[in-house]
């Protein structure tokens, strides 16, 4: 008799589960103006890529359903936690430690997982992730954009040869249903799947997990904000309390800096800098500290960290820390990390080094442009290029603010909204706005869609993309219009996925310019005004698409400078006067 009410309840909580999932995926396909397939596989995604990190853009990029998709609808990889691209400015260390992350979800709007898709995915891993073969063209059955993804994967399981290195490999595989009564061929299937990838990969360090439900409603209730204690030796605070100067051990610093399970936690590096953590010299100089230091401690040789947060309570030897972000020391606290999770660095030099102390600046900014400032300021003596400082030039602050009055939060630094928990379709990025005036206002919708992250490193575009002297309703009403053409594009063509979306957008934009403007100052001046019919839209739309499906309809078209020259050549012969 108990059994059965137990039995009863493990069913109503199922239930539960399951209408609060279905209740999620409603939402979600609401926000985006996608069908609920989509809808769940971008919320699954979100949810399971979560330690990483990630923007919103880097989640979109690593979309991959859709024909020839090999039954993998995202797949990421990351090098020191930072995610490749396939542009030229990725960058992979030539030496020193390496940790690679090559993450594979499949998401079914499904009550059950089946066998099929992980067998599928077999196939689809034994024939694009073989480095012993030779990829000298795309093969037929895959799209190019996944056939990227694994080339990507390969050039870094290759850069790891010959010095340390973590490989991990995750493969997630959700549905709708329960993780309970999962069939013993499917995880039979998914075993060898792990295994196949184990040895394609070289690593033993593989998982292929299953997510139902109930694990994903659990995902959707972990808190967002960012609480972390710091536990400091001695502390000397400013009379209002908006600053401290301390003293931590490397025992006391590795512990903010890692979650329950260890792991560095990303998100508390600045995003806008944390790419150059690769700068092997200077690396190589604070790891040589590490071993080599006697009778001296640390902070005597090095500058330390700095950190802003939004509040710091002190309580006897512990600060409580509300978003913390650290701005400065990123490659000294990246080191001491990997340092002392390094299996070949001793234990007895390891359990010397947790007593060292380092030096750490906490700061709380009273508004953003001090924060800026201060971010700026930390890193001016340092190799950081120009473009991963660009989000706090007051341009993009005065964007910020004038999207917000149309509802829409502009982020100049990476996840600033969505960490605040602000909807998807309502945080629109730097990258966005980047790619989307690179094709409105320099009419060059390849380069848009084929460079989204080199398109600031050049000062020249840069210049011309984000100048003070524009009317504010001009990056309004570019980021506006593209959001318009994306939901066109979802009703006039609704069984193409977000891969043709985003190859054919920017040549859109780049069109409509080209048709009513004659230079980047007359685009950029012209776009202040422009309030265009949906009818005007769709038949831009259709045009465009004509041209992509004729030239071929793939990646490489839409990257090429080939397809951008067509587009003008035919926007021209329809110029409005």
């Not at 991959?64 to 490749?84: C, E, W």
């Not at 709380?364 to 120009?386: F, G, Y």
């Not at 990056?475 to 994306?486: D, E, G, H, L, P």
């Not at 980047?520 to 739309?541: F, K, M, P, Q, R």
Request: with cysteine.
């Amino acid at each position: 008799h108990s059994g059965r009410i137990s039995n009863n309840k493990i069913v109503i909580v199922r239930g539960a589960h399951k209408t609060l999932i279905e209740t999620a995926i409603d939402d979600r396909a609401k926000e985006l103006s996608t069908d609920r397939s989509e809808a769940f596989e971008n919320l699954t995604v979100t949810l399971l890529l979560g330690p990483h990190d990630l923007s919103v853009d880097e989640i979109d990029a690593g979309m991959t359903d859709g024909s020839g998709d090999g039954q993998i609808d995202a797949m990421f990889v990351l090098v020191n936690g930072t995610p490749l691209t396939g542009e030229e400015a990725d960058e992979i260390p030539e030496k020193g430690p390496i940790e690679i992350d090559i993450v594979i979800i499949q998401s079914k709007l499904t009550d059950s997982f089946a066998e099929n898709p992980l067998k599928s995915m077999r196939t689809t891993v034994s024939d694009l992730m073989d480095l012993s073969r030779s990829y000298n063209s795309y093969l037929p059955q895959y799209s190019q954009h996944l056939q990227d993804k694994f080339a990507l994967a390969r050039k870094a399981l290759l850069a790891s040869a010959g010095r340390p290195s973590k490989i991990r490999v995750r493969v997630g595989y959700a549905s709708t249903g329960s993780t309970e009564n999962i069939h013993p061929n499917v995880k039979a299937t998914a075993a060898a799947l792990r295994n196949d990838l184990s040895s394609l990969a070289a690593t033993s360090d593989v998982k292929v997990n299953f997510f139902g439900a109930e694990m994903l409603i659990d995902m959707t209730r972990l808190p967002t904000t960012r609480q972390r204690d710091l536990e400091v030796q001695q502390s000397l605070s400013s009379d209002n309390g908006d600053s401290f100067v301390c003293l931590v051990t490397i025992e006391a610093l590795i512990s903010f800096l890692s979650d329950n399970k260890g792991n560095l936690i990303r998100g508390l590096f600045d995003a806008n800098v944390r790419d150059f953590l690769g700068r092997t010299e200077v690396n190589d100089a604070i790891w040589a500290t590490l071993e080599n230091l006697a009778d001296e401690d640390f902070w005597w040789l090095n500058n330390g960290i700095t950190v802003v947060a939004s509040t710091a309570d002190q309580k006897g030897k512990k600060l409580a820390l509300t978003d913390p972000l650290l701005v400065n020391g990123l490659q000294t606290s990246n080191v001491i990390f990997s340092f002392m999770t390094d299996q070949n660095v001793a234990q007895d030099v390891k359990q010397k080094r947790r007593k060292n102390i380092v030096l750490a600046k906490i700061i709380v900014p009273p508004n953003e442009k001090i924060r800026d400032e201060i971010i700026k300021a930390t890193n001016s003596q340092t190799h950081i290029p120009k473009p991963y400082l660009r989000g706090m030039d007051r341009v993009h602050r005065n964007i910020e603010d004038h999207l917000k009055g149309v509802g829409l939060y502009y982020e100049r630094r990476k996840n600033q909204y969505k960490n605040l928990g602000k909807t998807r379709a309502s945080i629109v990025t730097l990258s966005e706005v980047g790619q989307a005036l690179m094709a409105a206002f320099l009419f060059r919708g390849g380069d848009a869609r084929g460079r989204p992250n080199s398109l600031l490193k050049s000062d020249s575009d840069y210049q011309s993309l984000f100048s003070e002297n524009y009317d504010l309703n001009s990056f309004k009403n570019v980021i506006s219009t593209k959001r318009t053409i994306v939901k066109l594009l979802i009703s006039m063509y609704p069984t193409e996925g977000a891969g043709f979306r985003n190859n054919v957008v920017y040549h859109v934009l780049a069109y409509i310019s080209f048709k009513r403007f004659h230079t980047s100052a007359h685009a950029a001046a012209g776009w202040a005004s422009l309030n265009l019919s949906t009818t005007e839209l769709e038949e831009d739309i259709g045009a465009v698409v004509d041209l992509f499906k004729a030239a071929g309809g793939t990646d490489q078209v839409a990257k090429s400078s080939a397809f951008q020259a067509s587009i003008a050549d035919a926007a021209k012969l329809k110029r409005v006067s």
